[in-house]
Structures are given as structure tokens and as C-alpha cells.
């Protein structure tokens, strides 16, 4: 199995430009989890998914910020409009079966907001 | 609110040393603790992960013990080599209760540099 995909790798752009951001689960995992990296506030977890519905979105910072699970293989984090604290490396995860069981990440993508 | 410490933020040690590893945690009800490793420009890689009711995990070189009574967990790297040096993180998962979440809380993590 190649693991979490994400894309992009590295995005930068604009304020005010609408960002969006990409995740493939491994294949059979029923989890799917979004996080966001930065220096200041360590790995904070912004939502998750069970098959493809979310089950907790509490971590989403502001309305700005939306996640969508169409189908079990694809997921999107979207960010419109984006602002320069935006900035950050947003990672998925996918577990299987269960949320309590190990989480694999995928390699993040780098958001730089200019 | 459960808070997960990492003390010191990096360490710097000469190949071949054994090290020890700390984390804390303020909220005991925990269901189990994770530690990852994370390389610079890389995602997280998971490590070790111990249930509640387990007081230790091994794996190779490592091996990580959990004190749920106090708080604490510690990952122990034996005859550390350069290809350790990373950042290790671990988090820890609450306990559910029905419609909560799952969240991990992760520390900062610490960057371990081994020296050659």
C-alpha cells in the first residue's frame, strides 16, 4: 500500500485566495483524520471522519475552514479565504476500524500564506 | 483539559548512548499513549503505542513505559545512532465516553540530535 497520499506537497499563496487541500486514506481505513502543524501550537487535531461522515469537528478554527469526505477514498480540507496565520503543515491520518487503533499520517502538506 | 509536556524541546547526545525520553501528562484518564517519530519535512511515523492498562511496549531498540498514576511516559532508545535523530512526539487519547471524541493530544515533541 503507498500509505496516506496528500496533495499538495507545498502550496503557497495569497491572502483572500481560497486554498484546498488533499487527502487519499489507505485503503480500507474507516477513519480519516485532519491535522494542522505550526511551531506555536504543536499538532491540533481539526476534524475527523467515520465512513465519510464527520464525527467531530470542534478543532476547526473558524468558518473558514471545511472538510468534505465524498467518498472513502478522497478527502478535502478547504480554507476560503485564507489568511497569513493560516500558515502551517496540515497532515492527514487514517486508521482502521476504529479511532482508538494507531493513525498513519500521510507526509503533510506545507501551506505558506502570503 | 488534558496537556501533554515534552521536556527539554531537543537533546543532542553522542552516538552509542542509551537515552530516555520523557512526556507528561495532566489528565490520567487516558485510553492509551502513542509515540511517534518525526522526521524534518516528513509526516508523523508511529512508534510504539501502549494501552492503558499496559505498562510497557517494546520494539527493538525502544521501548516506551507508561505510569497512568502519575502522569508519565517514557521512551527509551538503546545504543542511539545518528539515523535516531529526529523529532519524537507522543500523544495521548482520553477516555471515550459515548458521542465524545477520540482526540489525540500530542506534546511538542523533542528533537534528538546523535552525534557520530
Known amino acids: 500500500d503507498a500509505g496516506v497520499i496528500q496533495s499538495p506537497r507545498h502550496e503557497v499563496t495569497e491572502m483572500g485566495q481560497e486554498v484546498t487541500l488533499r487527502c487519499k486514506p489507505i485503503?480500507?481505513?474507516?477513519?480519516l483524520f485532519w491535522y494542522r502543524q505550526t511551531m506555536m501550537r504543536g499538532l491540533e487535531l481539526l476534524i475527523y471522519?467515520?465512513?465519510?461522515?464527520?464525527?467531530?469537528d470542534s478543532g476547526m478554527p473558524e468558518d473558514r475552514f471545511s472538510a468534505k469526505m465524498p467518498n472513502a477514498s478522497f478527502s478535502t480540507l478547504k480554507i476560503q479565504p485564507s489568511e497569513p496565520r493560516d500558515s502551517a503543515v496540515y497532515f492527514c491520518?487514517?486508521?482502521?476500524?476504529?479511532?482508538?487503533?494507531?493513525?498513519?499520517f500521510g507526509p503533510g502538506t506545507r501551506l505558506t500564506v502570503l | 483539559k488534558q496537556e501533554v509536556t515534552q521536556i527539554p524541546a531537543a537533546l543532542s547526545v553522542p552516538e552509542g548512548e542509551n537515552l530516555v525520553l520523557n512526556c507528561s501528562f495532566t489528565?490520567?484518564?487516558?485510553?492509551?499513549l502513542q509515540w511517534f517519530r518525526q522526521d524534518p519535512g516528513k509526516g508523523l511515523t508511529s512508534l510504539l503505542l501502549?494501552?492503558?492498562?499496559?505498562r510497557e511496549q517494546t520494539s527493538g531498540r525502544l521501548n516506551a513505559s507508561l505510569d497512568k498514576s502519575s502522569g508519565r511516559s517514557t521512551l527509551y532508545i538503546a545504543a542511539s545512532q545518528p539515523g535516531d535523530s529526529a523529532t519524537y512526539l507522543c500523544?495521548?487519547?482520553?477516555?471515550?465516553?459515548?458521542?465524545?471524541?477520540?482526540?489525540?493530544?500530542f506534546g511538542k515533541g523533542i528533537t534528538l540530535s546523535v552525534r557520530p
Open positions: 501502549i494501552q492503558s492498562s499496559q
Open positions: 489528565d490520567s484518564a487516558i485510553y492509551n
Open positions: 471522519f467515520n465512513n465519510n461522515v464527520p464525527i467531530d
Open positions: 485503503s480500507g481505513h474507516d477513519y
Open positions: 491520518a487514517s486508521s482502521l476500524d476504529s479511532p482508538y487503533n494507531e493513525q498513519f
Open positions: 500523544a495521548v487519547r482520553r477516555v471515550i465516553n459515548t458521542g465524545a471524541n477520540s482526540k489525540l493530544t
